[in-house]
């Protein structure tokens, strides 16, 4: 699945087509000035529904929604420093946009309709535009009723590749999805289904990466593969076991980290990636088993490492591993405002608020959740419907911390838009690698200090990234201004 590429635009034919295209005021001073005119790369998302091979056996195709006709949708690979210009067509039945999961971009580009932009209409476009500042591992999607869209197929992998990568044998990027299949192989109806917004989302029963049933993937004795790991599960959390194999991660959520080993599991909620070095360190011709262990009674092999019989080199490569750091800005802890978020709801939600003392907001009984279908709060609310009012102003160009409390029985991957945040603790404890994310994963009744320097205006979703918990509360708007 790496180096598909896409169809491709020539400038020109824009320039002289009709295609609106909607570049905003570029003010903020973190994109580069219009006038240094970035190396543009044109690209085109088709939306449209389409048949993917799921399934392993012969010719079981299921009918999903794709970009371009695959699934994933074609992988975007630009150059950090490069501009990208998207033109999207929706030819579904139904509105859509696209989100750029972890890219920086300016307000007007990040697809979440009728907060940002007008919806895309069956038989509609839009043209996104914007400028890679930060290299790594992205992601795009709709943001237009994600838990279904997601859910039949329509996301694909962006790819920032630094000025100067690192030295690898392979680059190769695994899509992990989880999938809700009926019996003869179809997309089981009941999105939006209340039980599954109550508990951990609709989780799937058949797993695929890269749009197809795990098949060995083959590998070399001495090789060295940089591994980008993407989840686009709707609800499912992974937490792989690479077994006798060290992985260092290199990065979280596109941005660099530390090189380090997981102490544990490799673990990933829904949008969430990991960049890893992998060095194949076993003898020819052995094969290796990974794993997904996240929920241990329910643990399955995930793909096996097939090593060829003839090794590509003898030693471990000793190249340098550590990826060059994006242009972020560092908040200042001494100065930051603090603000308290608290996420509360869902089954058994009440005991677990009791528990934690979080007295100060009356917890809904499920009863009346399951009735209006508001199951997840913010701050005590749960929000639904269009175009949303912000429930947090953030002073512009100030550094801040998020001090959020999980008051709930479940996991939640929390994802701010247009931002990256540094993950300064949990539960009191400062995080040994401060480390840089989008989406963080907090665990059942977790605490989990955030930080950022507001230096990027405008109205950005705040939402948990199990779509139906999104779908049914938890999410917000925060405000930038
Ligand atoms: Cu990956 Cu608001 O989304
Ligand atoms: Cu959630």
Not at 58 to 74: E, H, I, M, Q, R
Not at 325 to 334: G, H, I, K
Not at 385 to 400: C, I, N, Q, V, Y
Not at 426 to 453: C, F, S, Y
């Amino acid at each position: 699945m790496t180096n598909v590429s896409l169809p491709t635009l020539s400038r020109r034919a824009f320039l002289a087509g009709s295609a609106a295209t909607a570049t905003g005021a570029l003010l903020a001073p973190i994109w580069p000035n219009a006038a240094d005119a970035a190396p543009l790369r044109d690209f085109k998302l088709r939306c449209s529904p389409g048949s993917a091979q799921l399934s392993p056996g012969p010719s079981v195709a299921t009918k999903v929604w794709s970009y371009n006709g695959t699934v994933p949708g074609s992988e975007i690979r630009v150059k950090q420093g490069e501009r990208l210009r998207v033109v999207v067509e929706n030819e579904l039945e139904q509105n859509t946009t696209v989100h750029w999961h972890g890219i920086r971009l300016p307000n007007a580009m990040d697809g979440v309709p009728n907060v940002t932009q007008e919806p895309i209409a069956p038989g509609g476009n839009f043209v996104y535009e914007f400028d890679a500042v930060d290299a790594g591992t992205f992601w795009y999607h709709p943001h237009e009723r994600s838990s279904e869209q997601v859910g039949r197929g329509l996301y694909g992998p962006l790819i920032v590749e630094e000025r100067e990568p690192i030295r690898v044998d392979r680059d190769v990027t695994w899509v992990l999805d989880d999938w809700r299949l009926g019996p003869s192989g179809e997309i089981a109806a009941g999105f939006g289904d209340l039980r599954d917004a109550v508990h951990g989302g609709r989780i799937g029963n058949r797993i695929t990466i890269n749009g197809r049933p795990p098949e060995d993937f083959k590998v070399r004795t001495g090789e060295r593969i940089r591994l980008r790991l993407l989840n686009t599960a709707n609800a499912r959390i992974f937490g792989l076991d690479f077994a006798e194999h060290r992985p260092s991660i290199i990065a979280l959520d596109g941005q660099p980290v530390t090189p380090h080993q997981p102490d544990g599991l490799l673990v990933l909620g829904p949008g969430m990636r990991i960049d890893l070095v992998l060095d194949m360190t076993e003898a020819p011709g052995s094969r290796v088993t990974i794993r997904d262990r996240f929920f241990e009674d329910y643990a399955y092999d995930l793909i096996d490492l097939a090593y060829a019989d003839t090794p590509l080199r003898d030693k471990i490569p000793d190249w340098p591993i550590a990826l060059p750091a994006n242009p972020l800005s560092e908040p200042d802890l001494t100065k930051a405002e603090r603000h308290e978020l608290i996420f509360n709801g869902g089954m058994m939600g009440g005991a677990v608020m009791q528990e934690m003392g979080a007295s100060m907001i009356a917890a809904p009984t499920m009863r009346r959740m399951m009735q209006s279908g508001s199951i997840w709060f913010i701050n005590g609310v749960a929000a639904s419907g269009l175009a949303m009012k912000p429930f947090l102003t953030l002073e512009r160009d100030k550094s801040h911390v998020l001090a959020m409390t999980n008051a709930t029985g479940w996991e939640h991957p929390m994802h701010l838009h247009g931002y990256s945040f540094r993950v300064i603790s949990r539960n009191g404890k400062p995080t040994q690698h401060q480390e840089w994310q989008d989406t963080v994963l907090m665990m059942p009744r977790e605490r989990v200090e955030i930080a950022l320097v507001a230096d990027n205006p405008g109205d950005w979703m705040f939402h948990c990234h199990i779509l139906e918990h999104q779908a049914s509360g938890m999410v917000g708007v925060i405000r930038v201004a």
